[in-house]
């Protein structure tokens, strides 16, 4: 049984077989799936998602992308939204320097607000990072992240970067990246982090794992992530399906 910590579900790519995905996820064992709510519009139909299925739960956080139009009231309405029993961690919270969306000072600013809110409410969060490693990293160590950790989405970064991460109690989850030919990086950091620290995820319907790059990504892909991992461990599917599935579990306290 697998767990997919981080997919998009309530996303328009899937307005025309929303149903049809989900079924075909729980058809291929995945156990749970945390669905990603990251601004206004998001958030509710994330939660609403998860309200309709018992085995799929919900984050809510601000995207850096979208760091502009955060409102002291969002922030309100997402500490709210902590005491939902389907909201299991903050996020994805964070610093995309990629799409010069939200100026850098204000992506700061919200991550720095939204951590704060984790170590308040006592959950953890899930971190965006596109070409900001020494930010992102800089940025956790100095709000004492460490206190909540949680998940380093889609992990990108080197085995330096992901050294630090672990230090603060942060998860390196890997997604369809890792599965391409040519992610040498990723491959390489994969097989260093510690097995108790690993997680797996789809960021459906987005990076598509091979052999499906490049088109829609849906959950059940998941399984093939796993695979990768298994391979690059040496160890079976099923030892990967479990190990990773328990890792999950312990950070967003599934029963």
């Not at 998860?50 to 309405?77: C, F, N, R």
């Not at 992610?183 to 108790?196: C, S, T």
């Not at 298994?230 to 990773?244: M, P, Q, V």
Request: hydrophobic residues 40%; charged residues 25%; aromatic residues 8%.
């Amino acid at each position: 049984m697998l767990i997919d910590t981080h997919a998009h579900l309530n996303a328009e790519a899937f307005d025309e077989d929303r149903q049809e995905v989900i079924e075909r996820a729980r058809a291929s064992g995945i156990r749970r799936i945390v669905n990603v709510g990251f601004n206004r519009e998001t958030i509710p139909s994330s939660i609403a998602l998860a309200e309709q299925y018992d085995w799929i739960y919900s984050t809510v956080g601000w995207h850096p992308v979208d760091a502009k139009d955060m409102t002291p009231e969002d922030l309100e309405w997402i500490e709210s939204l902590c005491s939902h029993p389907k909201v299991v961690a903050i996020g994805e919270i964070g610093l995309d320097y990629y799409w010069d969306t939200s100026p850098k000072d204000v992506q700061d600013r919200v991550f720095r607000e939204q951590i704060r809110l984790a170590r308040k409410m006592g959950m953890p969060i899930v971190i965006h990072n596109r070409d900001a490693h020494h930010d992102v990293v800089q940025t956790l160590r100095e709000e004492k992240a460490s206190e909540v950790g949680g998940i380093m989405h889609c992990f990108s970064g080197s085995w330096e970067t992901a050294k630090m991460c672990l230090d603060m109690n942060f998860y390196i989850s890997f997604g369809g990246p890792v599965t391409f030919k040519n992610a040498r990086q990723p491959k390489e950091v994969l097989e260093k982090v510690p097995l108790d620290r690993l997680l797996i995820e789809t960021d459906a319907p987005y990076l598509a794992p091979h052999p499906y790059r490049g088109k829609r990504n849906e959950s059940s892909y998941v399984r093939l992530v796993a695979e990768t991992a298994a391979e690059i461990k040496g160890l079976s599917l099923e030892e990967i399906a479990e190990i990773t599935s328990r890792n999950a579990a312990a950070l967003f306290g599934f029963k």
